[in-house]
């Protein structure tokens, strides 16, 4: 195959392996408060706020949303941080061989960082400093993969000769949360000037972010209505 | 509300709350070994019996099943120590005034108890030693009962009158889990001699679970066969 | 035995099953910025403020503190939907006969809740109003500690002449967890003018969460600090 | 900084935060079967073993071990797919700049993989195949080097630069776990005539998790005794 590059990451809802909607969250809250006014008199919306606004997380736990991610290793190795209410799988570089993509920086992907640690600024990079990156990662991904080739060749085992291959080749994973620990998520690796804190994610998983936070709010709109209006932070 | 008693525990699956399917657990599977002649050529029921057998347990976390259950606060005791995958919402005694609806054995649960502890047998009870049983519970549940309606009326805190009520008292919770975290379960809270590790659930709780188990069983053919058919234990 | 009420809870640490330190909390945040200006000049305070402050939750989990818990089962109820950096072992109602220990408010507990759901005011009762509390605590603790007694006389097992307990009984649980899920649980188990989310924990679980918070506050005195000066909310 | 080549891996246990023991882990069964004739009679070796065998595991989760681990990328990636009672902090490429030191297999890393997916054997690669592998990676890692140099140079942030360094570059990262969850790492991480279930470790990692076994048999000998005669699974 012949190596290609690319800038575009990517997170597409599995809508085949969807369940839990608004209302299953309403359901589960009024089994807790069975009997209660505050949970029978209310609609959903306004139930829906008043479980995020007092930290009730536990009814944002009962459904579930599958994504088919395509991004750089980078981004998988950050995103796979996340262990609670989140479960992967991951093409291997152990039982298959991996496909010759990767990832380069698009022109407008601001390149220079300014200001100290935890207080990064970003800023857009000069047309030299955007060819110089373009440059250096077209020609070490080419070295790389014909490294990877060469030993494959030979016979050397796939487990071994990925070694050589750089954390800005494309992998591929399924993965799986509930509302809640994609609401999480969201909170620290999207940035916005309504959350109540301060994230600064990198720009690759943001944007794989943002794909997971578009099928988010169509599949639970009540429930990301309240997580956006209470400075998306996760109950 | 008068008082009742109910022999009867139950977990109901919530059919529209489900997601996930034998195959959808092969898609998650193949994702990892994209391209190996392992994945793409074995048909379902191969390949899942070959990730149960080699405990790579990951693909099986790509579903959900939501259960409504009524049992005995003693059962949603044991039933929430289980936290890994697994997510609850239960009746409130705080929010809510709890309903007069207390567990009494059945007649042919048995009673006695033989044998050391981690070994222990249980046998069936004498007409005496049941007639207590049953005698003992239904009055202590009447005065406990008693005791929490006259500490409402005399306008005390739900929270403070339950204290009272016993843990025969039934409950009701909605729990959520996936095929894996389930089968963890199952190994733990049935008993069966096809088992290669020997449990000692308690009766109540192991009916609860027999109710999800016919659940799984129809909702993941293949993986409950292959659970089955490697000792019921989870991978 | 004869059956004893009480009206204290507590939590012991144990400290001989103590690990981390704030030093350890900065040595592993070092371990990711190794290298970086702001870890290697920052002195422990303003590092572990800055880690608070921008949700860099993780460093937080590199240390154990374990506890033994008295509390009221109700009060066990609570505390063990807890899951994520928590573990448990709790008496055990079927491989041990329980203790006649219960639990009655005291005096001063506020008895009477006012306003509606989730914003409930708690206020004094009134002498009478305590006096039935007593007094109905006291009558159904006796009746279901001898229906209890009388079952296991009658050769019936532990797990079964149980159900008539009360969710007031006394038990002891021996509880461990990291910084990051200790201050997740003092954010929500107890109450603060100071914090940034209003919490409604019941009277019994926050005087459990406060020993614990003073252990916490020893053991690990700056993040503790930068835990109140940041709103008592878990990073 | 000139760059480096190194075949070994390691994880050193950090002895200052350690927590547990053999009499710990007892200590938290016996709160669970307080007065049960099984935990007081038994010495720690035989309730320890009696745990294991029952698959009784929570009590082994009453304890801390922490390690500095030193491995390439693909290891720290295999390794941070364990979520369940583990805390990681590892160097980051986007706060600091990564160092030159690279993974080379030895001559005796076999090298050469037969069989089919989930049964590969590994075998002695020859001469040959042994200098194209140590050749390959030698040069793409130097290529890799010096293209993350010349971006840095160049005012390109690490973020951006560090997208062409190979998975075979080494990272440093703390990793925290309890003795169960360890357990069920080195069931998975390790093979082994003595283990219930085959595992198909791949080396490199292996060599990481036998460093870890040793630390473990230290601080818990008859925990981990009790695990390699049970078949080395975790409980």
């Not at 599995?14 to 359901?27: Q, R, T, V």
């Not at 479980?51 to 395509?70: A, D, T």
């Not at 969201?186 to 578009?214: H, W, Y």
């Amino acid at each position: 195959m012949s190596l290609s590059t690319r800038s575009e990451v990517s997170a597409t809802l599995d809508e085949d392996n969807l369940a839990g909607s608004d209302a299953k969250i309403c359901k589960a809250a009024r089994v807790s408060t069975l009997g209660s006014a505050a949970a029978e008199s209310g609609e959903a919306r306004g139930l829906i706020n008043y479980l995020m606004k007092n930290r009730h997380g536990s009814p944002f736990e009962h459904g579930q949303m599958s994504f088919l991610v395509h991004a750089p290793i980078f981004v998988a190795r950050e995103f796979m941080r996340h262990r609670a209410g989140w479960s992967y799988n991951e093409t291997s570089g152990r039982y298959s061989e991996l496909e010759p993509v990767f990832y380069v920086p698009q022109r407008y992907r601001p390149l220079v960082q300014e200001g100290k640690a935890g207080e990064y600024n970003f800023v857009q990079g000069t047309d030299d400093q955007y060819g110089i990156t373009r440059w250096e990662h077209e020609q070490a991904y080419r070295v790389a993969w014909s490294a990877y080739q060469r030993m494959l060749k030979a016979g050397v085992a796939r487990e071994v000769a990925r070694n050589v291959l750089p954390v800005g080749t494309f992998t591929a994973f399924y993965a799986t949360c509930n509302p809640r620990s994609l609401m999480h998520f969201l909170g620290l690796r999207t940035k916005s000037d309504d959350a109540a804190f301060k994230s600064f994610p990198q720009e690759e998983i943001e944007r794989v972010a943002l794909d997971m936070e578009v099928a988010f709010s169509n599949a639970f709109p009540l429930t990301y209505e309240a997580f956006v209006s209470n400075g998306r932070v996760c109950p």
